[in-house]
């Protein structure tokens, strides 16, 4: 078992890391803000904001901040 403290980071710190990481490949993370737009997209999705085309669905932020480098180890959202 790992004893190491994780480090908390709010939502809105992920979310801008995450931002900052796909800007470099002309890509955005942006939050549903309707039911039907959150029926289509889910929660969080990802857009290309030059053709405003839908390039993921159903982004899932902890796993995705992993995986593009934005939240370390030991941290938690």
Known sequence: MDNTAKIPVSLWAVIQRINRILA??????????????????????????????????????????RKVGALKPNETI
């Open 24 to 65: 470099m490949e002309n890509k955005l993370l942006l939050e549903s803000s309707g039911h039907q737009e959150k029926e289509d997209f889910g929660d969080w999705y990802i857009i290309d904001p030059l053709t405003k085309a839908v390039t993921v669905r159903n982004c899932e932020i902890e796993e995705l901040a």
